[in-house]
């Protein structure tokens, strides 16, 4: 299994209620595709350390399981997903960053 962590960081204060939707959106989506096998998202907890965050401090943490590369790649052409992400983008404007890698644990 590959493990797709994503890490999301709006660029403006999201409404607690928009995130849960925007994660439940991605969950949704993911789903849909048909190539996941387990998916998890969870708020970023804030410490007082995350003023001194090199790049930026997310705001929720999305992990998404697939079986192998290509099930993967597919994700990243899974229909709806351009126009999920123009969407938030136009309310919500976010950044992004991920690592594919093995199960943690």
Known sequence: ????????SFTTSIPESDLDQYLK???NLMTASGHIQAF???RHI??????HAPLFVPD???QVGVADPDALDALFTAPG???LIRRWQSRFPYQVVWANHAPLS
């Open 25 to 27: 959106d991605i969950e």
């Open 40 to 42: 998890s998202a969870q």
């Open 1 to 8: 299994m590959i493990k797709h962590t994503m890490m999301v």
């Open 60 to 62: 929720a943490i999305v």
């Open 81 to 83: 997903l351009d126009d």
């Open 46 to 51: 804030r410490v007082a350390g995350d003023d």
